[in-house]
């Protein structure tokens, strides 16, 4: 057990309101990330962070914002969510430096309608 | 930029050997390998670093040639468990932690 948890799993949402996914770590690793999963696409990323309040922007970015205002949580959120966005979303975190691997969440599942 | 991997998509019997490969237009410092059955997380296979180490894994090697810019993904005597998606992950020199996979390559092993 990677110690992350994504809530929620599942989500149905409708087309314009704002959502927002979370990502628990239990271990206070430093980098955090969140891609999203489409068929034929892989995994994109879309924000990750390397520290609190330390934020970057990833591949697909536009439509999302990221906070971390605690090491141990990562919060992902769709300001007014799109039906392009409906995604399987995942939670990683590398657990040491820049040639760890990365432990993923179980994801969440959008569909936005 | 996301990597390039090849072939989308293989079908094994049971026992026969499979090589995916990953390609990238930057300049690489490393690269992942995950798997990913259906409906679950992708999960860590191997890290290579620059210097074209070569890695082993059970019956899963890799390699990693950083003058071309690829690295390949090597199954041996494939078992039914292997099947999964495997995606490749690359780092750039002076921003490895920002990590981008390729597509993806849908691996199916049949008895």
């Known amino acids: 057990d990677a110690g992350i948890t994504q809530s929620p799993r599942h989500k149905v949402t409708e087309t314009g309101t704002p959502v927002t996914l979370r990502c628990h770590q239990t271990e206070n690793h430093r980098y955090m990330y969140w891609y999203r999963q489409d068929p034929g696409h892989g995994l994109r990323l879309i924000h990750y962070?390397?520290?609190?309040?330390?934020?970057d922007k990833g591949e697909v970015s536009d439509g999302y914002s990221v906070s971390r205002s605690k090491t141990e949580d990562f919060l992902l959120t769709l300001e007014s969510a799109t039906s392009s966005q409906t995604s399987v979303y995942f939670c990683?975190?590398?657990?040491?430096?820049?040639?760890?691997?990365?432990?993923f969440g179980n994801g969440t599942r959008l569909t936005v309608t | 930029q996301q990597p390039v991997q090849s072939p989308q998509a293989v079908i094994l019997r049971e026992g026969e050997d499979a090589v995916i490969n990953c390609s990238s237009s930057k300049a690489l410092y490393s690269v992942h390998w995950y798997r990913q059955k259906h409906g679950e997380a992708p999960i860590f296979l191997m890290i290579?670093?620059?210097?074209?180490e070569q890695k082993g894994h059970d019956k899963i090697s890799a390699s990693f040639n950083e003058k071309k810019q690829q690295s390949s993904l090597y199954l041996t005597a494939s078992q039914l468990s292997y099947s999964g998606t495997y995606f490749c992950?690359?780092?750039?020199?002076?921003?490895?932690?920002?990590?981008?996979f390729g597509k993806g390559t849908k691996l199916t092993v049949n008895p």
């Open positions: 290579l670093l620059k210097g074209g």
């Open positions: 962070s390397y520290g609190v309040k330390d934020t």
């Open positions: 990683a975190i590398r657990k040491g430096q820049n040639n760890s691997p990365l432990h």
């Open positions: 992950g690359t780092g750039s020199q002076g921003g490895s932690e920002k990590l981008v």
